[in-house]
């Protein structure tokens, strides 16, 4: 059983930084795409960013509005995504979730619908 477990949100001034951790468990960690989203109330998920663990981690993707200031790393030892936040702005506050879906599943790395597996999600909140 797939098991995704996110930690490390809380609130932040602007400028501030945070780091989110998520730890997996139940399945092959190194044979998959990983992700963070997130959801502010009354928007749509969006991709944040997302690694190819099963490429070594060479491989990252960042939605525009956080490239330059968030950075997605992995420890395979230890099954564990990361998302170091710098520079965070008012609207980074929204909830964050880590997702995975197989290597070889289909879809973009910034399309929810294109990953199986889900955190329950951890609080960011920004304040100017």
């Known amino acids: 059983q797939v098991q995704l477990v996110e930690s490390g949100g809380g609130s932040a001034q602007a400028g501030g930084s945070l780091r989110l951790s998520c730890v997996a468990s139940?399945?092959?960690?190194?044979?998959?795409?990983m992700g963070w989203f997130r959801q502010a109330p009354g928007k749509e998920r969006e991709g944040v960013a997302a690694?190819?663990?099963?490429?070594?981690?060479?491989?990252?993707y960042y939605a525009d509005s956080v490239k330059g200031r968030f950075t997605i790393s992995q420890d395979n030892a230890k099954n564990t995504l990361y998302l170091q936040m710098n520079s965070l702005k008012p609207e980074d506050t929204a909830m964050y979730y880590c997702?995975?879906?197989?290597?070889w599943g289909g879809g973009s790395w910034y399309q929810p619908s294109s990953f199986n597996y889900w955190g329950q999600g951890t609080q960011v909140t920004v304040s100017s």
């Open positions: 690694v190819d663990v099963y490429t070594g981690g060479d491989i990252t």
């Open positions: 997702a995975a879906r197989e290597a």
């Open positions: 139940g399945y092959t960690y190194s044979s998959y795409l």
